[in-house]
């Protein structure tokens, strides 16, 4: 048994970790790239989204370097995502490939005991009672491993506005990625975590530069993955610009755990709340909480808001629709991209350029 | 009765499967029902958001309507089955027209959610009722009558489709001609209802198909079970109500005794394009009709000729399929001797 799962953003330290410590077999699919992509549009059509095509083509890639049992999260409706893995498998099976399938569902109901039944059976089969008995500190290294990853890549996003060596932070931040990822007990880990946060801490910083302040808000996929939003976050960076979001993968297993009291969860309800002016229901995925956040982070004293979204992404094309008045009506500039398998890195570098320049102009005049 | 104001209701979503129920319902109450018209070729759709043609067609009539009316009818469609929903999108409906009509005409987006139980339905229009200032007497009365007249009207839906011109489909007081014309196709048109039945969304398919001797059938006349049989075996629930239905029927159709079958999607409709790729996969991997299926997908354009073309040859697939067949048995009778 080969387990495999879908990048999204730093996720594969987390389910690496789990896997390694509780010595389950697994391979980690290559890095999400313009062949991943296109391997992910080649079977599926023009209007399905983005983060569905990207992580068919990192299952095709991780089944063809032999791979064969495939854990996906599964999402609840409205929106597409919960569907994902009921088209997938079909896509699979018709490639020719052969594969087996756990959906890890987002609550445990009776469907998804019964719907997951035959695979789990055959999965207990081949995992030994080390795997299982190990199974629970294996989590317990992959959470650690991720609010790690977290507080790296938020320190990253404090740090690189004031980089005076362009593109110093990003590299930083790679080499203490990969720190946090090598790491086999807590003890290096706690190391690789104290060590990773002063090599980005001792960055040649121009500390009198006061940076403009952007919220990223949108689809969670393309707001946490780099490779599908063409680094954003980064790109922004680097034009000087601090750049804040609260869509982060603890977030979003918190929430599914239920458990919204925890800080950056609280702060969602929020931004849920503060939408309410413009929606009367809500309408799933991020829809809301986009809105919400733009709403806020205009009072909160923010320069601009970045709204990413996947093309006929179905929630966030709501969003997107109302966001425009929520710029007139706030004043905040509010930047919608929409991301497909088009090749537009360049394009999104000048739109963000742009929009710097537009907030140094409107600072300017105010 | 004296008349209490005017009611608009875009002609646009799912105005094209319970536009007599609201009719009936609003009209007992006293009200002036308004429908908006088409959108044709002079007026333009108006591009509020970036979303699928059949919102964008929602905000278009809405606009259109503002003025003449007083209330606007653009209930909050959460969920019009007892377990499954509605797409995304119509949650946030009556919001994307209320910001892209300014605020400026009041519109009753009571939500509608059925799995909450089986007399929400009942209880969400006789909220609407009160707003609108009915008594509690005269809205039981005007939900009664409204289910009648729906219930009637369902009976005769399959023979209006076929024997009234698209445009006049859902205008009450034109009644359903005894007599059909003879039709030498079977064909099933399966799809959104405003898919079907909008002719700005699909350039009035139906005409054309009428025209080339086709009787259509639509998964109105499947029963709920019979499109249960074909879906419950899946490894995953498919959630949207609509969609379930499109799979369930486009399945039943495809091993059932009619001549071809034609899936009308409009362009960017996200659940359209999902299960458009896990129809044409399973039917490749399980295999088992040779029914000629379409699929013919919408947007703006508005040109017909390339959608005639596509029907003429669909229509020439299906008579290849007819001789071939025919042949097919006469060799079996031959083979039998």
């Known amino acids: 048994m080969k387990v495999t799962f879908p990048h999204l953003g730093s996720m594969h330290i987390f389910c690496k970790a789990i896997a390694e410590t509780a010595g389950i077999p697994y391979i980690v699919p290559p890095e999400s790239s313009r062949k991943t992509l296109t391997l992910g549009v080649l079977h599926s059509n023009e209007c399905i989204c983005l983060p569905f095509k990207m992580i068919l083509g990192n299952f095709i890639e991780a089944l063809q370097m032999g791979a064969d049992t495939i854990v996906m999260v599964g999402s609840g409706p409205p929106c597409r995502l919960g569907l994902y893995d009921l088209v997938q498998k079909v896509i699979l099976e018709d490639m020719g490939l052969h594969y087996r399938w756990l959906t890890i569902p987002p609550r445990l109901t009776w469907q998804a005991i019964w719907k997951n039944h035959e695979e789990t059976k055959e999965l207990r089969k081949e995992l030994s009672a080390k795997n299982i008995l190990l199974f629970p500190y294996g989590l317990w290294m992959g959470w650690k491993k991720m609010m790690a990853c977290e507080a790296l890549e938020q320190l990253a996003m404090k740090v690189r506005p004031k980089e005076i060596k362009k593109g110093e932070t990003h590299k930083r931040f790679k080499k203490a990625l990969s720190w946090v990822d090598e790491a086999k007990t807590p003890k290096t880990l706690e190391e690789g975590i104290q060590k990773g946060k002063t090599f980005l801490q001792e960055i040649e910083q121009d500390r009198s530069r006061i940076p403009f302040k952007v919220a990223i808000v949108g689809e969670l996929y393309t707001v946490m993955d780099p490779h599908i939003n063409r680094g954003v976050e980064q790109k922004l960076g680097e034009l000087g610009v601090e750049v804040t979001r609260t869509s982060w993968f603890s977030t979003h297993i918190l929430r599914s755990l239920r458990k919204n009291k925890v800080d950056r969860a609280s702060e969602r309800i929020r931004f849920f709340e503060a939408s309410k002016a413009y929606l009367g229901y809500d309408v799933g995925a991020e829809c809301n909480v986009s809105i919400g956040e733009a709403i806020l982070r205009s009072k909160e004293g923010y320069d601009g808001v970045v709204h990413l979204m996947p093309f006929a992404c179905m929630p966030e094309t709501t969003a997107s629709g109302i966001l425009t008045k929520v710029a007139k009506d706030w004043d905040i500039p509010i930047l919608t991209l929409i991301l497909d398998e088009q090749e537009i890195e360049g394009r999104i570098q000048t739109l963000l350029e742009a929009f710097v320049e537009m907030l140094e102009w409107k600072k300017r005049v105010a | ?337």
């Open chain 2, 1 to 337: 009765m004296e008349e209490k104001g005017r009611l608009g209701i875009p002609r646009a979503l799912m105005f094209y499967r319970y536009f007599p129920f609201w009719q009936t319902f609003f009209e007992t109450l006293g009200w002036k029902v308004m429908v908006s018209g088409g959108v044709r070729q002079k007026e333009k759709i108006v591009y509020f958001e970036d979303s699928c043609l059949p919102m964008k067609l929602l905000v278009t009539h809405a606009i259109q309507l503002k003025d003449k009316v007083d209330h606007l009818f653009i209930p909050r469609l959460v969920s019009l089955h007892r377990i499954y929903i509605m797409c995304p999108k119509f949650r946030g409906a009556p919001d994307i027209v209320r910001l892209a009509t300014e605020r400026k005409v009041s519109i009753i987006d009571e939500t509608i959610d059925l799995r909450k139980g089986g007399v929400s339905l009942r209880q969400s229009f006789l909220k609407i009722a009160e707003k609108l200032g009915a008594t509690k007497q005269e809205s039981k009365k005007a939900f009664l009558e409204a289910e009648k007249s729906f219930s009637q009207f369902q009976k005769e839906w399959m023979d209006r489709i076929n024997r009234i011109p698209t445009e006049q489909l859902f205008e009450m007081d034109i009644p359903t001609p005894p007599e059909g014309r003879e039709a030498s196709w079977r064909v099933a048109f399966i799809g959104h209802p405003y898919n079907l039945f909008d002719t700005d969304i699909n350039k009035d398919i139906l005409t054309l198909t009428k025209k080339l001797e086709m009787e259509i059938i639509t998964s109105d006349s499947l029963s709920e079970k019979e499109i249960d049989q074909e879906v419950f075996d899946l490894s995953k629930e498919i959630y949207w109500s609509s969609g379930r239905e499109i799979v369930g029927s486009l399945f039943h159709f495809l091993s059932g005794e009619i001549d071809g079958v034609i899936f009308l999607t409009s362009f960017k409709c996200g659940i359209d394009a999902l299960l458009q790729e896990f129809i044409k996969r399973r039917l490749k991997v399980r295999g088992g009709s040779s029914l000629p299926l379409l699929i013919l997908s919408f947007d703006e354009h508005t040109g017909r000729e390339g959608l005639m073309t596509r029907l003429e040859a669909f229509r020439d697939v299906m008579e290849q399929r007819k001789e071939n067949f025919k042949c097919q048995s006469s060799h079996e009778v031959m083979n039998r001797r």
